[in-house]
C-alpha cells in the first residue's frame, strides 16, 4: 500500500482487475442476486404448472429441467455466493484487517463464477435440454440416462468447487492471519466465526462432491463402473459420496445464516449476544456431527437396522447445539430494549420459521416415519424453511443492516417493513400448506397431482408469486438507497450495534484499517 | 502447529490445499474401496460374495427346510432370454444344491451378459454360498444361440432360524461394449 490514498480505478477495468474485497464482494452480492431472480422464475414456472393439476404450460420434460436448475441455481449461484459476499465485505471490516489475506484469488474465484452459470444456463437451449435428474443429480439418472448436457454440468460443478474452496482458504488465511492485535478468537464477531467453521467445512467437502462428479464423467465417458451394477459398481454408493458432500454443503448453507443473526438481534435487542461461548462450541459441534448424519437422506435404500439407528440418533443430536443456538438468540431479546427495523423483523422471522424448518427436520430424522414422507412434499416444505426463511432471510436482514455502512445513504424503511411483511405472508402461504399435502403423500418433483391435492397447491402457487413479487420491492428499494437514499454519516448506523465495522467512517471508505485499530483487551467479544 | 512457510499466508494456503487434495483423494482410495469392502464383509445390500466357495460344511441339517426363489430381470434394453429353470426349490442348509438358468440370444451377433445377483432379505446373504456361479464371470453367447448357465450353491448351517425363505434375483445386463474391461463379479 502506497504513502497516498487513491480511489478505485474507473471504468470496466475497476471491476474486472479489482483486488478489493469491498468491490469482490459488492459483486459477489449482485451477482447471487442476479442468480436468485434467474433461480426464483424458475421456481415461478414450477408453481406455475402446479397451479392447477394436470398437464397446463409446460411439458414434463422441461418440468423436470425447471426443477434441477432451479435447486442447482439457488444453492450454488445465489445462496452460497451471496455469502462469500457479505464475508467479503464484512470479515476484514470485523477483524480489523486492511484487506482479504489473498486479493488475487479473490479475483479469481469471483470472475470463474459468471461463465460457470452461463454455461450451466446455456444447456436450457442444448439438444436434449439441460440437466433433468434433480440438484442431486443420482446416478445412473444423471450417468446412463442423462442428457448429452450433462457434461457441461459435471464442469460447472467442477469450477463451482474449485471457487469455493479458493474462497474459503481466503477466508481461513485472512481469520488466522490478519486480525488485528488484541483480536483473540474468543473476541471475533460471531459471523466471523461461523465463517471460519464453514470455510473448513467447505475445503473438506467440495472435493467430494468433485470426486462424485468425477466418477460421473468416467463412468459415461471412459467406461468405468462406479455407479454402474453391470460392471461391479453401485448407484448406491453415489448417494453415499454426494451425502457426505451434502449433509456438510446444508450446514455450509445455513451456519453464516446463524452467524448474521447473531449480529442482528443483540443490535436491536441493545443486549450483548447471550451465551457467546456457547454459540461458538454450539456451532464447531453442528460442524462435526454434519460429518456422520448423511445417510438420513438415504433411509429407504435398505440400510441395516443397525445403521438406520446410528443415523437416527446422530441425526436426532443435532437439534441440541440448535437447540442451544435457538435458545441463546431468545435470552438476548429476552428484556431487551427490542426496536423492529427491517433488520430486526427478518432477524425474528428467521428465527421463528428455521426453528419450524428444524422441527420437522427433527420429524424426518426419525427412520421409521421418513419411509412416509420420504420424497414427498413435506420434504420439499422442511427444506425451503431452512433454506428460504433460513438462509434467504438472514441474508435479507444482513444487506438491510448493512447497506446503510456500504453506500452511506438510508433505506426506506417503511417498504423494508412491507417488504417483510409480503415476504413472510408469502413464504408460508406458499410452503406451510406443502407440508399437508406432502404427508398426504404427494410426491416431489411431479409435474401433475391428484384432484385432493388442488386446493392447497393452488395457495402454494399464490404464495409462491407474492414472495417471489416481493424481491421486486426489495431490489427497488436497494437501488432507490443507492441512487438517492437519506445520506447518513454516522459510524453507528444503529444505536445498538456493536462491533469494529461501525468505527470506520460510513460510507465506509475504499481502504479501511491500514492501520490496525486498538482492540481494548477489557472489552468482551463484539 | 508445523510451520511449512515463513509467510503465514503460504503457509495456511499450502496446509489448506493439502486438505482439500487430500479429501479428493479420500474419495477414490477410502470411500470407494471401503463401500465395497463393508457390502462384503457385512453382507449389506444384499450383496453376495464375488468369489467361489471353498469351504466344506459340518454336515447337513435335516431339521429345516429352507424356501429359494430364484427370480431373473433383464436390464433396460437387453435382449436376451434369461431366466430360471425352476423358480422354486427346498433345500437343506449344508446341502450342495444344483440348478441351471436358461439363456438365449434373439439377435444376430454375438453379445456378452454379466448377471448380478442380489438376496433378499439382505441379513441372509453372507449365509447363502454359491460354489460355482454364472455370475462369476462375463458370459458370451453368439447370435442366435442359447445356453443353460450353471449354479451350484450351499445354504449355511448357520442360518438364523427365523429365516424360511431366501430370493435369489439376478439382473442380466448387456455389457458387450465394456467386455473385456473391469474385473466384474
Not at chain 1, 180 to 193: C, D, I, Q, S
Not at chain 1, 386 to 400: K, Q
Not at chain 1, 492 to 500: H, R, Y
Not at chain 2, 171 to 181: C, L, P, Q, W
Amino acid at each position: 500500500m502506497g504513502d497516498h490514498h487513491h480511489g478505485p480505478a474507473k471504468g470496466i477495468t475497476r471491476w474486472l482487475f479489482t483486488t478489493n474485497h469491498k468491490d469482490i464482494g459488492t459483486m459477489y452480492l449482485w451477482f447471487s442476486f442476479a442468480m436468485f431472480i434467474l433461480g426464483g422464475a424458475f421456481a415461478m414456472i414450477i408453481r406455475a404448472e402446479l397451479f392447477q393439476p394436470g398437464m397446463q404450460l409446460v411439458e414434463p420434460a422441461f418440468f423436470n429441467q425447471m426443477t434441477t436448475l432451479h435447486g442447482l441455481v439457488m444453492v450454488f449461484g445465489a445462496i452460497m455466493p451471496s455469502f462469500v459476499g457479505l464475508a467479503n465485505w464484512m470479515i476484514p471490516l470485523m477483524i480489523g484487517a486492511p484487506d482479504m489475506a489473498l486479493p488475487r484469488m479473490n479475483n479469481w474465484s469471483f470472475w470463474i463464477l459468471p461463465p460457470t452459470f452461463l454455461m450451466l444456463a446455456s444447456t436450457l437451449f442444448m439438444e436434449g435440454g439441460a440437466p433433468a435428474f434433480g440438484w442431486t443429480f443420482y446416478a445412473p439418472l444423471s450417468t446412463t440416462y442423462a442428457p448429452p448436457s450433462v457434461t457441461l454440468f459435471i464442469f460447472s460443478v467442477h469450477v463451482l468447487g474449485l471457487s469455493s474452496i479458493m474462497g474459503s482458504i481466503n477466508i481461513i488465511a485472512t481469520v488466522m492471519n490478519m486480525r488485528a492485535p488484541g483480536m483473540t478468537y474468543m473476541k471475533m464477531p460471531l459471523f466471523v466465526w461461523t465463517w471460519l467453521i464453514t470455510a473448513f467445512l467447505l475445503v473438506a467437502v467440495m472435493p467430494v462432491l468433485a470426486g462424485a462428479v468425477t466418477m460421473m464423467l468416467m463412468d459415461i465417458h471412459f467406461g468405468t463402473s462406479f455407479f454402474s451394477a453391470a460392471g461391479g459398481g453401485d448407484p448406491v454408493l453415489f448417494q453415499h459420496i454426494f451425502w457426505f458432500f451434502g449433509h456438510p454443503e446444508v450446514y455450509i448453507i445455513i451456519l453464516p445464516a446463524f452467524g448474521v443473526v447473531s449480529q442482528i438481534i443483540p443490535a436491536f435487542s441493545r443486549k450483548p449476544l447471550f451465551g457467546y461461548d456457547s454459540m461458538v462450541y454450539a456451532t464447531a459441534a453442528i460442524a462435526f456431527l454434519s460429518f456422520i448424519v448423511w445417510a438420513h437422506h438415504m433411509y429407504t435404500v435398505g440400510m441395516p437396522v443397525a445403521g438406520e439407528l446410528f443415523f437416527m440418533y446422530a441425526t436426532m443430536l443435532i437439534a441440541v447445539p440448535t437447540g442451544v443456538k435457538v435458545f441463546n438468540w431468545i435470552s438476548t431479546m429476552w428484556r431487551g430494549s427490542l426496536t423492529f427495523e427491517t433488520p430486526m423483523l427478518f432477524s425474528i422471522g428467521f428465527l421463528i420459521l428455521f426453528t419450524i424448518g428444524g422441527f420437522t427436520g427433527l420429524m424426518l430424522s426419525i427412520a421409521p416415519a421418513d419411509f412416509q414422507y420420504h420424497d414427498s412434499y413435506f420434504v420439499v416444505a422442511h427444506f425451503h424453511y431452512v433454506m428460504v426463511a433460513g438462509a434467504v432471510f438472514s441474508m435479507t436482514a444482513a444487506i438491510y443492516y448493512w447497506l446503510p455502512k456500504w453506500c452511506g445513504r438510508m433505506y426506506n424503511e417503511a417498504m423494508g417493513k412491507t417488504h417483510f411483511w409480503i415476504s413472510f405472508v408469502g413464504f408460508n402461504l406458499a410452503f406451510f400448506p406443502q407440508h399437508f399435502v406432502g404427508l398426504a403423500g404427494m410426491p416431489r418433483r411431479i409435474p401433475d397431482y391428484a384432484l385432493q391435492f388442488a386446493d392447497f397447491n393452488m395457495m402454494s402457487s399464490i404464495g409462491a408469486f407474492i414472495y417471489g413479487a416481493s424481491q421486486i420491492l426489495f431490489l427497488y428499494n436497494v437501488i432507490a438507497t443507492i441512487v438517492s437514499g437519506k445520506p447518513t454519516s454516522d459510524e453507528k448506523v444503529w444505536d445498538g450495534a456493536e462491533g469494529l465495522e461501525w468505527t470506520v467512517a460510513t460510507p465506509a471508505p475504499y481502504h479501511t484499517f491500514e492501520t490496525p485499530p486498538r482492540i481494548d483487551p477489557a472489552h468482551a467479544h463484539s | 502447529m508445523i510451520r511449512i512457510s515463513e509467510n503465514a499466508n503460504v503457509d495456511t494456503v499450502i496446509k489448506l490445499v493439502t486438505v482439500a487434495i487430500g479429501m479428493f483423494a479420500f474419495v477414490f482410495v477410502v470411500m470407494v474401496p471401503l463401500y465395497d469392502v463393508l457390502c462384503d464383509a457385512l453382507g449389506i445390500n444384499g450383496k453376495t460374495s464375488g468369489e467361489a466357495y471353498s469351504s466344506v460344511q459340518a454336515g447337513v441339517d435335516d431339521s429345516r427346510e429352507i424356501t429359494i426363489q430364484f427370480v431373473a430381470t433383464n436390464n433396460e434394453g437387453m435382449p436376451w432370454d434369461f431366466g430360471p429353470s425352476v423358480t422354486v426349490m427346498k433345500v437343506n442348509p449344508g446341502a450342495v444344491n444344483d440348478t441351471v438358468f436358461h439363456a438365449r440370444n434373439p439377435l444376430p451377433e454375438a453379445m456378452v451378459a454379466q448377471a448380478i445377483p442380489s438376496v433378499s432379505p439382505a441379513r441372509a446373504a453372507e449365509y447363502f454360498h454359491k460354489t460355482e456361479c454364472f455370475c462369476f464371470n462375463q458370459q458370451p453367447l453368439d447370435g442366435e444361440s442359447s445356453a443353460e448357465m450353471p449354479l451350484q450353491f450351499i445354504v449355511d448351517m448357520d442360518l438364523p432360524r427365523d429365516i424360511r425363505t431366501i430370493t435369489l434375483s439376478y439382473t442380466i445386463f448387456d455389457v458387450t461394449e465394456m467386455a473385456g474391461g473391469v474385473a466384474v463379479r
